[in-house]
Nanobody, 120 residues
Framework: VQLQASGGGLVQAGGSLRLACVASGNVASINVMGWYRHVPGKQRDMVAG???????HYMDSVKGRFTLSRDNAENTLYLQMSSLKPEDSAVYYC???????????????WGQGTQVTVSS
């Protein structure tokens, strides 16, 4: 699985940005896709994720502001970010997970990071 992320940039507080992640390769094997973000000195946090059957999870701090969606025909995952705050500034990474039960195994794939900077 290969992930190509795009979007991000510099925006003022209250503004919006959209991230996109195109998956290629063995896309059918992906169980969960989502976005993580990382600030230097802190752990990488999952911002939002969607399961293969469409269940979506958001971290509490982005609920009501961020919207995760996907275009199955284009194998693309989107993260629409609105009402951005300076604390949303981070490097955002696209992630795909392959989980198998037999054998029990989980593999993470990562796209390249894209910088989101929100100025106050």
């Amino acid at each position: 699985v290969q992930l190509q992320a795009s979007g991000g940039g510099l925006v003022q507080a209250g503004g919006s940005l959209r991230l996109a992640c195109v998956a290629s390769g063995n896309v059918a094997s992906i169980n969960v896709m989502g976005w993580y973000r990382h600030v230097p000195g802190k752990q990488r946090d999952m911002v939002a994720g969607i399961t293969k059957n469409g269940v979506i999870h958001y971290m509490d701090s982005v609920k009501g502001r961020f919207t995760l969606s996907r275009d199955n025909a284009e194998n693309t995952l989107y993260l629409q970010m609105s009402s951005l705050k300076p604390e949303d500034s981070a490097v955002y990474y696209c992630n795909a997970k392959q989980v198998t039960i037999e054998p029990l195994n989980a593999v993470d794939y990562w796209g390249q990071g894209t910088q989101v900077t929100v100025s106050s």
